[in-house]
């Protein structure tokens, strides 16, 4: 056990040491504001604070840690080793920087709440990003940050065994419309067809009507090719299925046709079914509670997983609103568009408010790459050496690779060639050492 002597055991504290402690290095820890017992502890400790009590492991504390509510914060992005690291402490501290603070700061999403651009779908973006800014989005710097914390402590107890973790991944795949022409109703068939012919798409047109004739499959109707992959993998794939009603943002299938709720049904007999919440459900917790009952019925199981539509999410509520209708954990957090670790850790985490300061039940799932944010790669080749690369970094710390991709990512459409063989090496990657 380590135990971390502080002059106040603030809730920012205690979130933070937990995170990186008991979640990313497999440590339990206590605190204590008690010198006396502090010496008394015979194994593991540290201290932070602002003055070092002796010649113990010491890192300068941060005011932000015992602080309420959000400040003007001045941050100083520095070059560490192959990293980078902020909040200075200089060198009488076993690092050379607060990694508690830098930590929180990412975790807690401070940056977030701050005034910032947001983009059409009233979305935080990653060019607004810190980590974007200062070019280290593309690494788990939280983790990376542990791993340097836990080799400074083994230079000073070198005899502690410290646990060691497995490299993971969680496949989610997002199906915002199980089917491109099929279960559309007659008003959307006859609309789509006449879009077709006076935009003179003669092909979409083509596949529509043999699609709807039953002479080939919905391009979209990728689920027997992805129940298949799921048998083969030791670790559960995780659906979020879109069922909220129909609207300019939501274009799904509607959830009172039997065989899309057949189809939800046999998926959740071999992986993990969560909902994707529809656009107007985000801002409004009564249409998310009904699309939650909505699951839970075709499910006949409490609902435990959540994602909003577009990635969007307007922090706290959003995630306030998942707290009260008790729904576990949400996989919204990470970038459309770009590749990399929006909270800075490829680790889950819980949420921490910052308007209450309290750590709150629901746990997130950040997630590290959507499929789209690989179509700014044109070739297969570059998708791959950029793929691998993202791999590369969260193995370097033992994390969660959470990636995205879509139903519709495994069709034979001509934007989505090579996807196969991409979902494949992420699947693979968790067979190598």
């Known amino acids: ?72 914060i001045e941050v ?127 092909r979409s047109l083509y596949m ?9 499959h919905d391009p979209y109707d990728t689920f027997k090719y992805i129940i298949n992959r799921q048998k083969s993998s030791k670790f559960k794939f995780l659906f979020f299925f879109l069922i909220g009603d129909y609207s300019t943002y939501d274009k799904g299938i509607n959830p009172n046709k039997k065989s899309f709720v057949s189809l939800i049904k046999h998926v959740a007999d071999y992986c993990s079914v969560g909902l994707k919440t529809s656009y107007f459900a985000i801002e409004n917790v009564d249409v998310l ?41 949400d996989y919204t957090m990470g970038y459309v568009n770009q590749i990399g670790f929006r909270a800075g850790s490829c680790t889950p985490f819980f949420f921490y408010d910052l308007d209450y300061e309290i750590q709150t039940p629901l746990k997130i799932c950040s997630y590290q790459l959507m499929d789209y944010a690989l179509l700014k790669n044109k070739s297969l080749l570059d998708k791959k050496k950029v793929l691998n690369e993202t791999i590369r970094e969260i193995k370097q710390v033992n994390g969660e690779f959470v990636a995205v991709f879509h139903n519709y990512t495994f069709s034979e459409l001509e934007r989505w060639d090579g996807f196969k063989e991409l979902f494949n090496i992420i699947l693979d990657s968790s067979n190598e050492s």
């Open 1 to 72: 056990m380590l135990l971390v002597y502080t002059h106040q055991i603030s809730p920012r504290v205690r979130y933070v040491f937990k995170h990186i402690c008991s979640r990313i290095l497999g440590v339990e820890i206590d605190f204590t504001t008690k010198i006396e017992k502090f010496i008394a502890h015979g194994s593991l400790k540290m201290s932070y604070t602002k003055q070092q009590l002796g010649n113990e492991f010491f890192i300068k504390s941060h005011d932000m840690m015992f602080e309420q509510g959000l400040s003007d």
């Open 208 to 216: 529509r009507f043999t699609v709807l004739l039953g002479f080939q």
């Open 289 to 329: 509670k009904k699309e939650k009952i909505r699951m839970e019925d075709i499910l006949n199981n409490p609902l435990q997983a959540s994602r909003q539509s577009f990635s969007k999410l307007n922090l706290p509520e959003s995630y306030r609103n998942l707290i009260d209708l008790e729904i576990k954990e």
């Open 76 to 202: 100083h992005v520095q070059d560490w080793d192959n990293t980078k690291g902020f909040f200075s402490i200089g060198d009488k501290g076993g690092l050379p920087f607060d990694i508690f603070a830098s930590s929180f700061y990412l975790l807690s999403r401070y940056e977030e709440y701050l005034p910032h651009v947001k983009d059409e779908y009233g979305r935080f973006t990653a060019t607004q990003s810190l980590a974007y800014k200062h070019d280290f989005l593309h690494q788990p710097v939280v983790d990376i940050w542990a791993y340097k914390f836990k080799e400074a402590l083994q230079k000073q107890f070198p005899d502690f065994e410290f646990p060691k973790r497995k490299y993971s991944i969680k496949p989610i795949i997002d199906v915002p419309s199980a089917y491109d022409y099929k279960l559309k109703g007659i008003m959307r068939t006859i609309g789509g067809t006449i879009k077709d012919i006076f935009r003179f798409r003669f």
